[in-house]
């Protein structure tokens, strides 16, 4: 299976803030990383595929980049809605595999 | 538009089987294609992906799970199931179905709300 390693595992930010999260694939995916943003007692909701795509609908402040094993989520100017815990998944084979997620908090 | 809603037991004994349904509503489940998901989540930790079933009726389960998973799918009612056998606590979980694009570039684009399962006797 392909580990899914996300880094940090928690963070602390305040509104406003520019928020790098990290993903790192155990092999070559190449840009088959998805994104997904959960708020306590919802469904996750997909932020970006494919690497780089954003979901329609989804703020521009959100963007994908990476390639191969090395993915980052970017958040810039950090908006209350925003503290939540991210996910990264792979959809390069099966099965489908999420990193541990990232949780995002006030500082 | 598209949703997913998922309904089945909140409580299973162990040893016994979990049976989840997911019911498609705007749309219909036999066109397109799609990965028709289901995914779960322990309290206060990350995602496992179960398994789908395409379109066309063929499945890939997570061999995770050991052979206790069986997914269907019956276009007569736009809904798609879960059966997980020989449960135990270690299955307690908020379950999500979910529909992913059977497109290279597969995403879980539509969720459940999800749904709670306690294992327990």
């Known amino acids: 299976d392909i580990q899914m390693t996300q880094s940090p595992s928690s963070l602390s930010a305040v509104v406003g803030d520019r928020v790098n999260i990290s993903c790192r694939a155990s092999?070559?995916?190449?840009?088959?990383v998805n994104w997904y943003q959960q708020t306590p007692g919802t469904a996750p909701k997909v932020l970006i595929y494919?690497?780089?795509s954003l979901q329609s609908g989804v703020p521009s402040r959100f963007s994908g980049s990476g390639s191969g094993t090395d993915f980052t989520l970017t958040i810039t100017s950090l908006q209350p809605e925003d503290f939540a815990t991210y996910y990264c998944?792979?959809?390069?084979?099966?099965?489908?595999?999420f990193g541990q997620g990232t949780k995002v908090e006030i500082k | 538009q598209v949703q997913l809603q998922e309904s089945g037991p909140g409580l299973v004994k162990p040893s016994q089987t979990l049976s989840l349904t997911c019911t498609l509503s705007g749309g219909s489940i036999s066109s397109g294609s799609f990965y028709w998901s289901w995914i779960r989540q322990p309290a206060g930790k990350g995602l496992e992906w179960i398994g789908h079933?395409?379109?066309?009726?063929?499945?890939n389960y997570n061999h995770s799970l050991k052979n206790r998973v069986t997914i269907s799918v019956d276009t007569s009612k736009n809904q798609f199931s879960l059966k997980l056998s020989s449960v135990t606590a270690a299955d307690t979980a908020t379950y999500y179905c979910a529909r992913a694009t059977a497109t290279k570039m597969s995403v879980f684009d539509i969720w459940g709300q999800g749904t709670m399962v306690t294992v327990s006797s």
């Open positions: 494919a690497a780089t």
């Open positions: 079933i395409y379109t066309s009726g063929s499945t």
């Open positions: 998944q792979q959809s390069y084979v099966t099965p489908r595999t």
């Open positions: 092999q070559s995916i190449n840009t088959y």
